[in-house]
């Protein structure tokens, strides 16, 4: 069986790895890692058969590509919106670090071609979801950086979520036939949360991950006292893209939607 959880590690270079094309959490079908940047690091990336996202966590990096050049920076997920850099295949970014940087890398193969773009914090604005629903339970921000609307050609999703404390997100618990990887950070090192993938449920905590199957239920929540940031990355199937109007809710917990709290 394969693993639907993770908790990786940098190693002496700064790098994390999550997900492969041929590890344990192979069936996600995208390569993600995380990298740890020193003041005056310098990363290349780009592929000849895959797209790159290039998602900006915390830090001050400048993005060099295609003749551009931008100088950014992001406080943390908690405070400030993102910066992200999506490449199509066979073309390359130098990203060079300021300070102490964290950067997440998405990747997956792609034989279409599309135009390069950074996106900006104003260009995945945080909106709330959930207000409300469920005693309030289920209230949370959430950006899409980009998707099938905003970029056709992709063969990726990438998006970030922000739990206020205590509460779901995910939630009702809900399935859609495409991958998933998420990716979560606490406001404290010691925050925790729990991740549900179908009958499984783990424990998540700083720089830990979940690959969940497509078909597999995945809600997940925040501890009381500590607010979670997930970054959500969702692989297209071939013919069959992931669209905001997909989500398949479990049929249990429908009635929710009309009940009073």
Not at 141 to 157: A, L, Y
């Amino acid at each position: 069986m394969e693993k639907v959880f993770g908790y990786p590690e940098f190693d002496d270079t700064g790098e994390m790895i999550l997900t492969t094309y041929d590890n344990e959490y192979r069936a996600m079908r995208m390569d993600i890692r995380v990298y740890r940047m020193r003041p005056g690091d310098t990363r290349t990336f780009g592929s000849a058969l895959e797209e790159t996202a290039i998602l900006l966590l915390s830090g001050k990096v400048t993005y060099t590509w295609g003749g551009e050049e931008q100088t950014v920076s992001r406080k943390d997920v908690f405070t400030e919106g993102p910066w992200a850099l999506h490449l199509c295949r066979g073309k390359e970014a130098r990203i060079a670090a300021a300070q102490e940087t964290e950067i997440l890398v998405q990747r997956t193969q792609n034989d279409r071609d599309f135009a390069c773009r950074l996106y900006a914090p104003e260009d995945a604005p945080w909106n709330y979801s959930g207000v409300g629903k469920f005693g309030d339970a289920a209230r949370r921000r959430v950006n899409t950086i980009f998707d099938h609307d905003i970029c056709p050609e992709s063969n990726m999703v990438l998006g970030e979520v922000l739990n206020d404390m205590g509460n779901w997100s995910g939630y009702l618990p809900h399935r859609h036939p495409q991958p998933e990887a998420y990716f979560f950070k606490f406001d404290r090192p010691e925050g925790f949360g729990a991740s549900f993938v179908g009958d499984q449920v783990f424990k998540s905590v700083n720089n830990s991950f979940s690959a969940i199957p497509g078909g597999e239920l995945h809600p997940q929540a925040a501890a009381p006292g500590f607010r979670m940031y997930t970054c959500w990355m969702i692989r297209h199937l071939e013919g069959n893209p992931w669209l905001q109007t997909d989500r398949c809710e479990d049929e249990r917990y429908t009635w929710m939607h009309d009940a009073q709290f």
